[in-house]
């Protein structure tokens, strides 16, 4: 059952993330600078690493399965950064 909470906390902690990357990359859309989107790049790896950081280094003091919330955060920020991307760039109706 560690493994399952592992997994739910890892993916809510990377949707958390993935939400964090979509504010700042449509942010950096709407200034339409490539100086803008440079600058989202890196702030977009930088919380990556600061999610996927965190559960590391909260290893020893996680409640559940460590190995499981690392894969669910690393799942959640891929998957949703996929999604989120796709809902920026699609064509309003």
Do not use: C
């Amino acid at each position: 059952m560690s493994h399952v909470y592992g997994a739910a906390a890892g993916l809510l902690w990377g949707a958390l993330a993935a939400l964090a990357n979509m504010l700042i990359n449509r942010a950096a859309l709407k200034k339409n600078s490539s100086g803008a989107m440079l600058a989202a790049n890196m702030a977009r790896l930088a919380v990556d690493l600061i999610a996927l950081g965190t559960v590391f280094l909260l290893r020893g003091r996680l409640p559940f399965s460590f190995e499981a919330a690392a894969i669910g955060t690393a799942v959640s920020l891929s998957v949703l950064g996929i999604v989120f991307s796709y809902l920026i760039i699609r064509p309003q109706k």
